[in-house]
C-alpha cells in the first residue's frame, strides 16, 4: 500500500521563476494538505484541498496557489520565487475527519 | 492564535538514559495533539493522537500524556535507533495542524 508519493524530491530554481511540486496521496485518502518546512523548524501550515476545492488556508501569500484533481492528486504551484522559498514543502493526507495526518517526504526546493 | 512551543530544542542521551519532551500549547477548543516523529530528509511519521486531559498512548519505549496546557513525551531507555526530531501539532478549529518546532533527540551507544 503506497504512501503519499511527492515530486520531484529536490529541485533548484532561480529567484523570480515559477514552480510546480505534485503529490498522491495514500490510497483511501481523499484530503490533501500543504505544509512548509524550513531548515530547524516545525512544518507551517499553507493550505488544504478535499473536492477539488481549497478549504482552508494558512498565512502564505497568493504566490502560493494550489489545486486538487478528480483523483484526488494535488498541485503546489508557488510563482515569483523568492530565496525565502527555499524549504522542505509536505504534502500530508487522510481520510475522515480527525484522522491523522499522513506525510510524504517532501520536495527539497532551493532558490538561488 | 494557536501557539504550540516544545522544549528543550536539543537533548542528548545516553543509550538506557530515560528523558521527558514537553509540548506547551495555546489552543482555542483543542480537537487533538499530535506527536510526529522526523527523520533526516523524511517526512513526519505519525506517532499517537491524544483528545483530551488525562489521556495516555503509549508505543514500544514511547510514552505520550496530555495534560489541559502541556504534552509531555516520555522516552524509556531509549536505543540508537529513537534518534530523530519529535514533533508535536495541535488541531483546533478547522483541518490545519500547527507544529512546535520541534525537539532533536540524539541517542548515543
Known amino acids: 500500500d503506497a504512501g503519499v508519493t511527492q515530486s520531484p524530491t529536490h529541485l533548484i530554481k532561480t529567484r523570480g521563476q515559477q514552480v510546480t511540486l505534485r503529490c498522491s496521496p495514500k490510497?483511501?485518502?481523499?484530503?490533501v494538505s500543504w505544509y512548509q518546512q524550513a531548515l530547524g523548524q516545525g512544518p507551517q501550515f499553507i493550505f488544504q484541498?478535499?473536492?477539488?476545492?481549497?478549504?482552508q488556508r494558512g498565512n502564505f501569500p497568493d504566490r502560493f496557489s494550489g489545486h486538487q484533481f478528480p483523483n484526488y492528486s494535488s498541485e503546489l504551484n508557488v510563482n515569483a520565487l523568492l530565496l525565502g522559498d527555499s524549504a522542505l514543502y509536505l504534502c500530508?493526507?487522510?481520510?475522515?475527519?480527525?484522522?491523522?495526518?499522513?506525510f510524504g517526504n517532501g520536495t527539497r526546493l532551493t532558490v538561488t | 492564535e494557536d501557539q504550540v512551543t516544545q522544549s528543550p530544542e536539543a537533548l542528548r542521551l545516553q543509550e538506557g538514559e530515560s528523558s521527558s519532551l514537553n509540548c506547551s500549547y495555546t489552543v482555542s477548543g483543542l480537537r487533538g495533539l499530535f506527536w510526529y516523529r522526523q527523520d533526516p530528509g523524511k517526512g513526519p511519521e505519525f506517532l499517537f493522537t491524544l483528545y483530551s486531559a488525562g489521556e495516555e498512548k503509549e508505543k514500544e519505549r514511547l510514552k505520550a500524556t496530555l495534560t489541559k496546557k502541556e504534552s509531555f513525551l516520555h522516552i524509556t531507555a531509549p536505543k540508537p535507533e529513537d534518534s530523530a526530531t519529535y514533533l508535536c501539532a495541535v488541531k483546533a478549529a478547522g483541518n490545519k495542524l500547527t507544529f512546535g518546532g520541534g525537539t532533536r533527540v540524539l541517542v548515543k551507544p
Open positions: 490510497s483511501g485518502h481523499d484530503t
Open positions: 484541498y478535499y473536492e477539488e476545492e481549497e478549504r
Open positions: 500530508a493526507s487522510r481520510g475522515q475527519d480527525n484522522s491523522p495526518l499522513h
